[in-house]
């Protein structure tokens, strides 16, 4: 069964970096493409992220110049470099990827990201 682990996760102060890793196992395919999300504390989940297998590359606004999502296709493994961090990045941050005959979307675990001020 395909699984995605998330890493990289812990707490920072508010200006630093943080590097989240997300890696998937147990896939015979490669995602067509994978992403972050997080979910902070009273709102719903957001996207952050995505890297689809074309190379394009889409960020929400509130982060754009900040962090930097990167992709190993063949490892389907994502990145996302956090800097500038600001408390307001504070939520569970979850890894994505879609794929497979069903066009599934799979998640990881979350990985808990907190900023301090």
């Known amino acids: 069964q395909v699984q995605l682990v998330e890493s990289g996760g812990g707490l920072v102060q508010a200006g630093g970096s943080l590097r989240l890793s997300c890696a998937a196992s147990?896939?015979?395919?490669?995602?067509?493409?994978m992403g972050w999300y997080r979910q902070a504390p009273g709102k719903q989940r957001e996207m952050v992220a995505t890297?689809?297998?074309?190379?394009?590359?889409n960020y929400a606004d509130s982060v754009k110049g900040r962090f930097t999502i990167s992709r190993d296709n063949a490892k389907n493994t994502v990145y996302l470099q956090m800097n500038s961090l600001k408390p307001e990045d504070t939520a569970v941050y979850y890894c994505?990827?879609?794929?497979?005959?069903?066009?599934?979307?799979?998640w990881g675990q979350g990985t808990q990201v907190t900023v301090s001020s």
């Open positions: 147990g896939a015979t395919f490669s995602f067509n493409a």
């Open positions: 994505n990827g879609v794929g497979g005959f069903w066009g599934s979307a799979y």
């Open positions: 890297y689809t297998s074309g190379g394009s590359t």
